[in-house]
């Protein structure tokens, strides 16, 4: 076989969350009553960028056959804390921003270390780390409020080149200077290895905690980048439960329709991005097609429903039923 | 044969290197002597300390005791890492490779050439495409998924891997298990070369006849100790059985009765099966009261068989009739149900046969638990009563029936998955490999009570890799080869020359013909 | 005596008594005595029969929540079936003497359904629970959200729904925790007396062997997961009984101490291992604990960070897996 035809096979779930997407997109523009313009863009992308960041979150995370139910919680954390710091002078923004993302690598570096010294098992550790940083959360903005550096945050919610939503741009740029190098360093082809099979990772010499607690970090820094991103938008910071674990769930969503596996070992944090896009652009369908605004939770919904019944149907496939039991 | 020159000082050396694990001693003041250039044997029964002595020297466990020396020095290593730095690479059964990487990325996973911080692809691929030259298998492309390999391929990216690594001391366990015979012998013109280049190899195998080949000097274990080393070929296969097991060794079978022809349907008519590529119209019969032998190299299709008469497999074609009457088992649930009454004792008793933290009695009941309910609630004494029955009857050394199964011995733990298939009444037992990796003593009682059932009116198929099995146990052997039937031995014609020759595609023979499966 | 022996005995006696269980009442017990300290009532039957009645909600909740992980699965439906539990059966009370008769089984075959549907997904299509629960969530929302016209529900409970939640029959004792013990008492002997509950343990345990055991896998998945729905929509059930009504995400606030509960109570969440005393202990200690951090007035922010270093402290107790060396 070609090289192509591996290349293909093996992005296989992104390529189709791209696809998938630009379809959607297509049909929304099309359908928008203000049509293809570079408001209607910007406004999707900046809803869009916002669940892709915790989506490229909870790749991470479940590359290696993990899961990271905190990941919604560190998204408002950061948020919060964002309100409080990023504020004031350039030099002090900066500093603030800066603040913030520590903070999100010191959440991803407290879930690592629970689930890799504490040796739990990383769906119960987070629910509980979860409800740790959302308090943390409620003491810094036990009701919304606060502020943000004004410039910073108009730049990157606005247009560049008068056409091109910044946002979009920016992620690209996280994309380019996290996902890349980290996809194709060793760090992150252990995490890889680490998903498809922990035992033959070990018994290959690859560094397995040191990998996994990268892995865990990287996905604090992205939910910081999130939340960050949430401030310049929102232009406040809220402590609230249900935008917290609507993101967490979302992300889960996202990182599926985006072909990364939930059991570990394969998919691509691009997947995810697309997928969280796809599954944002589904949400504002109703609205173009002007259906009562009632029903879009339910339309979201049963598209997440076939979906995941399409993608994750792998019955068909196998010959030999005992591959369906690992 | 050019021997590269013996050097007088040993490259590695175990000295009294001792493991336990809980109560079991794995290891017991074990020494072992290796020399550069030299292929050396490991031989022993299952339990007696050889993959603890590999995974030692390989640092995937730590001694308790004793120590190992590299050119004289010592080493402790506290991970593979660690021995792979230190020039020791070893092989496992079970494979190290990662299924969802690449071939490529596989071979290179644990030291990757870098550039500016990131893995080099094209270097990575052009030390893929190096080693796998130098393993023998060049037509493997390195950017294949793992995953995607069949399990004969992955063996070969597998010894790629540890050439990769530039050893200075390779160590096989059971590494030609899963090779296909033509693989086989590319593996041993790799090897032999290694040999010649200075490198040491260390392995374990049970095919007396690939140590024959191979080795220069072998050395057995019995309970964890090195109880004799001997240059290849000054020993007997006998003497050599006779040290593993510390005892004087007979191949004891029950006497098989002799051929009686019945007017009945047979128990079990299989017509025309086929399934994906693996399974090539394969047709045979086996009577009430027979015991009939799947034979054959590795991987030609005997799993496939066996898991398909039990209906694990989708997409099997052709005619499967029990007692004359048509049926298509589509699960295990169905091939168990008293119309077909079919049991599996499957391939591997720790994954598939049993639940190991559940209590013996949880597991003896779990085929059977029609047997022991009324109506969905389970009846405790009538669980108990016929749990005791099944124990009794096959001899099984438990504490008490709420041990957790994981305890038990290995051939404990097989009588135990036999004994839950018993409960369950089956007129046709299905056996896969019945008898890896469980010491002689059970072994026999497991050939007995085999032809124990047949007598009873059972109809049994079992396939198993010793060929000593298939002609002490079986009334007729089937040799598949390539997914088809080979040819169908009776009594006495079953013998190994015979049982060789049509396993490996050779020898005067003629073409099956139809009904040749069935018995006259 | 030898060591195996020894070990032997030590087993057989841990296996009575399940070491998490007894160290979870043992913290339950602990709990009450530290909250003596700031208040004499603490002790008083009056609060312990308020926290146990309290409980018995989750409890309901917590029991199909079990089962589900007892299998090696999860279930992140909860929240919205609990919701169409309520919704649905009080919805059911508005429709006239018959509905108001069948208001309880109707809100609890709402749960069923969607339950069969998650279990459908998980047994014959193989998805990810995790993942299928997450959508059927998402359905039932989107369902609730239609139906209630994005309003807070108005419909009230019937009088026997009140009645479960809130009435008294027995020698004062909560009917709530007399439905939670009935509900429990079943669970303990589906799981320890029944084919289904040894065939949830052994699938739990090692699916592939319980498969070529010839067990029906997927009959026990789909009705395992039909069992969770059923019991998550009549903690919804009981849940509007108690407030007399229904309301918007009202199943939100159970999810995370449901699995907290189970998991805190000794089961593995990957299946296999799990005793239901385990399950009643672990739903009491989340009960008393969120009761006790009301009680001292925690503001709401203490209250979720000490929910959570309290669970990870208690997991790193006994739920560490172990070292494969």
């Not at chain 1, 780390?129 to 606060?146: E, I, K, N, Q, S």
């Not at chain 2, 390989?58 to 730095?85: C, I, K, Q, W």
């Not at chain 2, 059971?174 to 040491?200: H, I, M, N, P, Y």
């Not at chain 2, 209906?311 to 049926?327: D, H, K, N, T, Y």
Request: net charge neutral.
């Amino acid at each position: 076989m070609s090289d192509w035809r591996y290349r293909l096979g093996q992005n296989r779930g992104t390529l189709l969350a791209f696809a998938f997407f630009i379809v959607m997109f297509a049909i929304y523009v099309s359908n928008h009553p203000a049509g293809f313009s570079a408001n209607v863009v910007q406004t999707a992308a900046n809803k869009g960028v916002l669940l892709a960041l915790v989506a490229m979150a909870q790749t991470f995370v479940v590359l290696t056959a993990g899961i990271d139910l905190s990941v919604g919680m560190v998204f408002v954390l950061t948020n919060c804390l964002a309100s409080w710091i990023v504020v004031g002078t350039g030099l002090t923004a900066t500093a603030g921003v800066a603040g913030v993302l520590l903070t999100g690598l010191a959440c991803g570096a407290i879930n690592g270390l629970i689930v890799i010294y504490g040796r739990l098992q990383p769906i119960v550790a987070t629910i509980a780390t979860g409800a740790v940083f959302f308090g943390f959360a409620l003491l810094l903005r036990p009701v919304p409020g606060g502020d943000v550096y004004g410039p910073l945050a108009d730049a990157l919610t606005g247009r560049v080149f008068g056409v091109l939503p910044a946002s979009l741009v920016a992620l690209g740029a996280v994309v380019l200077v996290v996902w890349i190098p980290y996809s194709r360093s060793a760090v992150g082809r252990a995490a890889y290895a680490i998903g498809s099979s922990e035992t033959a990772a070990y018994m290959s010499g690859v560094p397995v905690g040191a990998a996994k607690f990268c892995a865990y970090l990287l996905s604090g820094l992205a939910a910081a980048l999130g939340g960050l991103f949430l401030t310049f938008v929102t232009y406040s910071g809220e402590a609230s439960a249900a935008i917290g674990n609507t993101y967490t769930l979302f992300s889960i969503a996202a990182v599926v329709l985006g072909g990364v596996s939930l059991f570990g070992g394969s998919g691509s944090a691009i997947g995810a991005i697309f997928g969280a896009l796809m599954f944002r652009t589904i949400g504002d369908l109703l609205f173009v097609f002007n259906l009562d605004p009632l029903w879009q939770p339910l339309f979201q919904g049963l598209v997440l429903l076939a979906a995941v019944c399409v993608g994750s149907a792998r019955l068909f496939q196998v010959r030999n039923r005992l591959e369906l039991f690992p | 044969m050019n021997r590269a020159e013996q050097t007088d000082s040993p490259i590695l050396r175990m000295e009294g290197v001792s493991k336990r694990y809980g109560g079991v001693r794995a290891l017991a003041s074990a020494d072992l002597i290796v020399f550069a250039g030299r292929i050396h044997a490991v031989l022993g029964e299952n339990g007696a300390g050889k993959s603890t002595l590999i995974k030692i020297l390989a640092g995937v466990v730590t001694p308790d005791a004793g120590r190992v020396l590299l050119d004289g020095a010592e080493v402790a290593f506290d991970s593979p890492a660690a021995a792979n730095r230190a020039g020791i690479v070893c092989i496992f059964q079970e494979l190290s490779l990662v299924p969802d990487l690449s071939v490529a990325d596989n071979i290179a996973i644990s030291n990757p050439p870098r550039r500016f911080g990131m893995i080099d692809r094209r270097a990575q691929r052009r030390l893929a495409e190096d080693a796998l030259e130098r393993a023998g298998a060049p037509d493997i492309h390195p950017m294949a998924l793992v995953k995607d390999l069949p399990l004969s391929r992955r063996q070969m990216v597998e010894i790629a891997k540890a050439l990769a690594r530039k050893p200075r001391v390779l160590i096989l366990d059971e590494a030609t298990s899963a090779l296909t015979a033509a693989d086989v012998a590319k593996v041993f013109v790799v090897l032999k070369r290694l040999r010649q280049e200075g490198l040491a190899l260390l392995f374990i195998s049970h095919r007396m006849h690939e140590i024959a080949e191979l080795a220069d000097e072998c050395t057995v274990f019995r309970n964890g100790a090195n109880v004799a080393t001997y240059a290849a070929g000054t020993k007997t296969d006998n003497e050599v059985v006779e040290m593993m097991i510390g005892r004087e060794y007979s191949h004891v079978f029950p006497p098989k009765p002799a051929a009686r022809a019945t007017a009945a349907a047979p128990l079990l008519e299989v017509r025309n099966l086929s399934w994906a590529d693996r399974l090539r119209d394969i047709s045979f019969t086996a009577e009430a009261g027979e015991v009939v032998g799947l034979g054959g190299l590795d991987g030609q299709g005997q799993r496939e068989l066996l898991l398909a008469l039990f209906g694990v497999l989708r997409g099997v074609s052709g005619e499967i009739r029990i007692a004359g009457v048509p049926a298509s088992p589509s699960s295990p649930h169905a091939a168990k149900a008293k119309r077909i009454g079919m049991a599996l004792i499957p391939e591997d008793r720790k994954t598939e046969g049993l639940m190991l933290p559940m209590s013996v009695r949880e597991n003896l009941s779990f085929a059977a638990l029609p047997r022991v309910s009324t109506g969905g609630v389970i009846d405790s004494a009538r669980e108990h009563a016929l749990v005791a029955e099944m124990i009794d009857l096959l001899d099984i050394h438990v504490a008490g029936t709420d041990a957790p199964a994981g305890s038990l011995s290995g051939g404990n733990q097989q009588k135990v998955v036999i004994a839950k298939w018993l409960m369950a009444e089956p007129r046709i037992i299905l056996l896969n490999d019945p008898t890896r990796g469980i010491d002689v003593g059970t072994k026999q009682e497991i050939y007995r009570l085999l032809r124990r059932l047949a007598d009873q009116g059972a109809a049994i198929v079992f396939y198993t890799t010793d060929y000593d099995e298939l002609i002490g146990c079986c009334d007729r052997a089937l040799v598949l080869y390539d997914g088809a039937v080979r040819r169908v031995l009776r009594g006495a014609e079953i013998t190994e020359r015979a049982l060789i020759a049509s396993a490996l595609n050779i020898g005067a023979e003629t073409p099956v013909a139809a009904g040749e499966g069935s018995r006259p | 005596m030898s060591e195996g022996t020894q070990t032997r005995l030590a087993g057989a006696f841990l296996r009575r008594v399940d070491p998490p269980v007894a160290i979870a009442f043992g913290c339950v017990i602990a709990m009450l005595l530290l909250g003596s300290l700031y208040s004499r009532s603490f002790l008083s039957p009056e609060y312990l029969l308020q926290q146990l009645k309290v409980a018995s909600f989750l409890g309901v909740i917590a029991t199909g929540t079990m089962i589900v992980i007892l299998l090696g699965q999860i279930d992140l439906s909860i929240p919205w079936v609990v919701a169409v539990g309520g919704m649905m059966s009080t919805a059911a009370t508005g429709w006239g003497p018959v509905g108001e008769a069948m208001a309880i089984p109707f809100g609890v075959a709402c749960g069923i359904a969607l339950g069969l549907v998650n279990g459908f997904g998980v047994a014959y299509l193989r998805i990810p629970s995790m993942i299928i629960t997450l959508a059927v969530n998402a359905v039932a929302q989107g369902l609730m959200v239609v139906h209630t016209g994005g309003f807070s529900p108005q419909d009230s409970s019937s009088p026997a729904m009140r009645a479960l939640a809130t009435g008294e029959v027995v020698f004062g004792l909560p009917n709530a925790l007399i439905v939670w013990g009935v509900v429990g008492a079943g669970a303990i002997f589906l799981l320890n007396r029944t084919t289904f509950g040894r065939a949830v343990y052994g699938i739990g345990n090692r699916e592939r062997a319980a498969y070529l055991s010839g067990i029906d896998t997927q009959r026990v998945v789909l009705i395992a997961f039909a069992l969770a729905g059923g019991l998550s929509a009549f903690g919804g059930v009981l849940l509007a009984g108690y407030a007399s009504k229904a309301a918007q995400a009202m199943g939100d606030a159970y999810l995370l101490p449901a699995i907290a509960a189970v998991v805190l109570g000794g089961a593995s969440i990957l299946g296999g291992r799990g005793n239901y005393l385990g399950t009643v202990a672990g739903v009491i200690l989340i009960t008393l604990l969120q009761s006790i951090l009301s009680v001292v007035q925690m503001p709401e922010a203490g209250r979720q960070i000490t929910y959570g270093v309290v669970i990870i402290a208690m997991l790193l107790l006994y739920g560490r897996e172990s070292l494969a060396r």
